[in-house]
């Protein structure tokens, strides 16, 4: 069974990613890197590392790997 967007929390951790992506968890946490850095550009997020805890928005994670 697939889940949807909506079935994943608002805040998404390593273990989620794992999850959308079907990967690794180093890879996963990569994923998450690069969004982040993204959105740190973009200024959609502050540019305070807030991410050494792994976690990301989930609309804005699906909206940058276009899922």
Do not use: W
């Not at 989620?16 to 969004?35: F, L, R």
């Amino acid at each position: 069974m697939n889940k949807e967007k909506a079935d994943y929390p608002i805040v998404l951790q390593t273990k989620d990613v794992m999850e959308i992506m079907g990967c690794s968890s180093t890879t996963a946490a990569q994923y998450i890197k690069i969004a982040s850095a993204k959105l740190k550009e973009q200024g959609k997020i502050p540019p305070v590392d807030v991410v050494k805890n792994l976690r990301i928005p989930r609309d804005q994670f699906y909206f940058i790997y276009g899922i």
